[in-house]
């Protein structure tokens, strides 16, 4: 079980929202560049990097500061979304060293660009579907769609991503636990790796999430509760691994 930071990225500062509110920030660090670090000393496996100025905008607004993280952090997987909509954003983005980049609102609004963008850049390819009461957000997650989670979930599977992060907004930001139930249930209607997002609050979450981890579960990105303290992320990493190592015996 791999827990990942999110590194949120606004105006230039690592920030966390709430519920995905631009207006309900909490900012945790001037320099982005210097909070990744401190994840990886951490102990850190991967990173989540999201330029939320990008995501409302439809484009990059932040690609330079991902640019530093990325060369700050060699060697570690870095995965980045916020303003993917264009094949050239996403070669820019591999150029400069991310292993990752997530397609999100064009994902749900133009399912084909998924497609031709996992034949063009195989295994780099990563849908994020932000859900909030069963329906998928779009847009910074300011407008909902009508599609249904699983189905849209399935087809991107079958154009070949490497990875689905679901994010629970009504969750997200508020400490008040993952909702595994609804992870778990998309979990199981595919076949490729499921992130979860939105909510994970402290050592409970890690352990509940180890006990469904082989239905498809790879990981789970840490936002707030490790820049707030109530999750140490450290702690929660070594225990999500003996946890593994323990369920494999």
């Known amino acids: 079980m791999l827990l990942i930071p999110a590194i949120d990225i606004k105006d230039g500062k690592c920030v966390r929202l709430r519920q995905g509110r631009m207006n309900d920030e909490t900012v945790y660090a001037e320099d982005p560049v210097a909070m990744a670090k401190r994840w990886v000393e951490a102990g850190a496996r991967r990173l989540h990097v999201v330029d939320l100025n990008g995501a409302q905008a439809g484009r990059p607004v932040n690609m330079e500061i991902v640019r530093s993280i990325v060369e700050s952090c060699a060697n570690l997987p870095v995965q980045v979304g916020g ?29 084909h660009f998924v497609a031709n963008m996992c034949l063009q850049f195989p295994g780099h390819i990563i849908v994020g579907l932000d859900v909030r009461d069963g329906k998928l957000a779009l847009d910074g997650w300011s407008k909902l769609s009508h599609h249904d989670v699983a189905d849209v979930a399935q087809r991107f599977e079958e154009d070949g991503v490497s990875a689905i992060i679901f994010t629970d907004i009504g969750r997200d930001g508020m400490m008040t636990g993952l909702n595994i139930d609804a992870t778990v249930a998309l979990a199981r209607q595919v076949n490729v790796p499921v992130i979860a997002s939105g909510g994970i609050t402290n050592l409970d979450d890690v352990r509940a999430l180890c006990q469904v981890a082989e239905e498809g579960i790879e990981g789970a990105i840490a936002g707030r509760t490790i820049y707030e303290g109530t999750l140490d992320f450290t702690e929660a990493q070594q225990l999500a691994d003996a946890l593994s190592n323990q369920n494999r015996g």
């Open 83 to 111: 303003g993917i909509r264009d094949e050239d954003t996403i070669q820019t983005y591999l150029d400069a060293g991310v292993t990752y980049v997530i397609i999100g609102t064009k994902a749900v609004t133009e399912p």
